[in-house]
């Protein structure tokens, strides 16, 4: 069986899991092993997605399974992607987590975010998820990579009303390293600006994708998408595998800044 949620489409064996750890072949079938396993839930301030231009000021019950289609060895958030399934989590029914979203409305919450970990490879709780939101009236938030194929999102998206997508670098080269596909996440950032609010970050990395040129490429085909579309720019500091580098340089986030400004309206700067 290939499951065909994004473009690794992985063929799948009779109990075989994906390499996004998080779907697997059971009964003939793809199913979503991390379906509702929460590995964290948080009431986060909107812009902390990071969301600047949706609902500023808000609040949004935010929530992180298991699993991921990337392989980065900068990971900000590895001790939840990479946590294994049975540890640490808790299932939390669809139902039961709007529930929760609606009871923190007089907190300010607006509605859910999935984030934390990637949340395409849950799919389908995802969008089980966000249909129940919709009907109540909440807002629905995706912050993922963009590594989905364009059906699955066309799908997804009548029930989103934001994203964050990651942007990981502009060039191929950099997505080869990472087991990701350029192409892939610019169809997912040109579809999506098409059907809901969407922000880009693109996290800089001493020595990797910190060029002047590749900033200049990426914020000129953000523009040509939107240039209302809002870019933030994000400092790196050592995780996971990649300990060897340095914190991104405040200059170098500034610099970048304003080479994307030339393009683009609106430029925030992370971690700074």
């Excluded at 590995?39 to 609902?55: G, H, Q, V």
């Excluded at 399974?65 to 939390?92: H, P, T, W």
Aim: include cysteine; proline fraction near 5%.
């Amino acid at each position: 069986m290939k499951c065909g949620i994004c473009p690794h489409c992985c063929d799948l064996k009779e109990g075989q899991t994906g390499l996004c750890r998080a779907r697997s072949n059971i009964g003939g079938r793809i199913s979503c092993v991390n379906y509702g396993k929460l590995t964290s839930l948080a009431l986060d301030p909107i812009e902390k997605k990071p969301l600047a231009r949706f609902y500023p000021g808000s609040m949004i019950l935010s929530a992180g399974s298991y699993g991921c289609n990337l392989n980065c060895r900068f990971c900000q958030n590895f001790r939840i992607s990479m946590a294994e399934n049975g540890e640490d989590n808790v299932y939390v029914p669809p139902e039961v987590l709007v529930r929760r979203a609606e009871e923190l409305r007089a907190e300010g919450n607006i509605g859910l975010a999935f984030t934390y970990n990637e949340p395409i490879v849950g799919y389908e709780y995802v969008k089980d998820c966000a249909i129940i939101a919709k009907q109540r009236g909440l807002k629905t938030v995706l912050v993922t990579n963009g590594m989905i194929c364009a059906g699955p999102l066309r799908e997804l998206l009548p029930y989103i009303d934001a994203m964050n997508i990651d942007l990981k670098a502009f060039s191929e080269r950099f997505y080869k390293m990472l087991n990701g596909d350029l192409q892939t996440v610019k169809q997912t950032i040109e579809i999506s600006a098409e059907n809901c609010h969407v922000e880009v970050t693109t996290l800089i990395i001493p020595g990797e994708n910190d060029s002047d040129d590749e900033m200049e490429e990426e914020s000129k085909w953000l523009a040509s998408v939107n240039t209302d579309m809002p870019l933030h720019i994000s400092r790196f500091f050592p995780r996971y595998k990649m300990l060897e580098k340095e914190a991104t340089p405040i200059e170098t986030i500034y610099r970048l800044r304003d080479k994307a400004s030339k393009y683009l309206k609106y430029v925030y700067t992370g971690n700074c």
